[in-house]
Structures are given as structure tokens and as C-alpha cells.
């Protein structure tokens, strides 16, 4: 049980703070548009990626030493193109930014957040190599990487579903705007650290 907690404790960590995957999940949530499968989505790939960072990180690191810097381009090129998606909306105003009815279809919306999940190098540092570091400390992995699993599912789940707790202040559009303009800065933000690392 310690073990379970610890791991536990160690994702909710790595996955609270806001970043890409999460301020879309956030947008999704107060849009209230396929935030199941938006959420369902983001915890499942966690789930997959905690797996291999708990029982296979350095054999990743081994059988291809290129991986993380080709993550760290294409990541920082993506990231620079969704802030530029989110200043143009935040400065598009008006009815582009109502939370209702902008819900864009299933596909693409779920295409845009595997490519925020899957070509977002922080998610693999944090899921692959800090998760399976800090596993490496127990002999008992199976429950470390359950517990930071679970972690994911918590989270993604209420960020979705507690986002609707904030609609009352985005029935403004003011308020998408600066989420938008928030966003933007962000994204930006990341980028420019993988970029300058």
C-alpha cells in the first residue's frame, strides 16, 4: 500500500501542473464537448506511457538514444503552433469564443489531443523517465505504477468534469479571451525551455 501511495502522490505531482494536454482537457471540460473520451483518452495514454517508463525506461533509452531530442523539435514546433492557434482566438473575440455550440467534431478534437498527449516531450519526461527513475527505488513496481495510474485517472477526470464549476465565469467572453491569451503563453512558454535546453 505504501508503494501504491507513493506512486500515486508522484504522478498527481508530475501531471498537476498546467500544460499543453491540460489546458485543452480544461477548454474541452468547459465546453462540455466529449470530455469522457477527451479524459478516458489522456489517462489511458498515461497509462501506457507510466507502464513503460516503470518497467522498460532503460531499455527505451538504449534502443533508441535519438528518441528524446526528436521529441524535443517536433514538441517545441507543435507547441509553437497551438499558442498561435490560441492568440488568434483570443484575439478573434466575440462568437468564436461562446462556450456554446463551438464544440469542434469528434475526430479532430481527439486528434488534437493525441497530438498534444503523444508529441508533448514533458509527457514522456514526466511519465517515462521521472516515473520510471523514481520506480527504480522499489522492488514492488506493479503497484507504484498503479498508483501513479490511478493519479492520472483522478486527475483528468476532475479536471474535465470540475471545469463546468467555471462556467459561470467563462459565460464571458472576456474570459475566453484571456484562458485563450493564458493558453498562448504557455504553450509559448514551454517551447521556448525545450527549444533553449
Keep these: 500500500m505504501h508503494t501504491y501511495l507513493v506512486g500515486l502522490g508522484t504522478g498527481l505531482s508530475l501531471i498537476v501542473a498546467i500544460g499543453a ?8 471540460g468547459l465546453l ?9 483518452f489522456c489517462a489511458l495514454s498515461d497509462a ?3 507502464t513503460i517508463g516503470v518497467f ?10 535519438w528518441f528524446t531530442e526528436a521529441m524535443r523539435w517536433g514538441g517545441a514546433a507543435f507547441l509553437i503552433y497551438y499558442g498561435l492557434r490560441a492568440a488568434r482566438s483570443a484575439f478573434a473575440g466575440g462568437d468564436a469564443l461562446r462556450a456554446a455550440g463551438q464544440a469542434a467534431p469528434f475526430w ?3 486528434a488534437m489531443i493525441a497530438a498534444l498527449t503523444w508529441a ?8 517515462v523517465v521521472l516515473l520510471g527513475a523514481v520506480s527504480s527505488g522499489f522492488t514492488d513496481k506493479a503497484s507504484f505504477a498503479a498508483g501513479a495510474v490511478t493519479g492520472s485517472f483522478l486527475f483528468f477526470f476532475s479536471l474535465g468534469y470540475g471545469a ?24 509559448w512558454s514551454i517551447a521556448a525551455k525545450l527549444i533553449l535546453e
Design 120 to 127: 508533448n516531450p514533458h509527457v514522456y519526461l514526466d511519465t
Design 56 to 65: 522498460g525506461a532503460e531499455m527505451l533509452g538504449r534502443v533508441a538514444p
Design 164 to 187: 463546468r464549476l467555471l462556467a459561470p465565469v467563462f459565460a464571458r467572453p472576456r474570459a475566453w479571451q484571456v484562458l485563450d491569451l493564458a493558453i498562448a503563453f504557455i504553450m
Design 48 to 50: 501506457i506511457l507510466v
Design 21 to 28: 494536454q491540460n489546458a485543452f482537457v480544461l477548454r474541452q
Design 32 to 40: 462540455r464537448s466529449h470530455v469522457f473520451a477527451i479524459c478516458l
Design 108 to 110: 479532430p478534437t481527439l
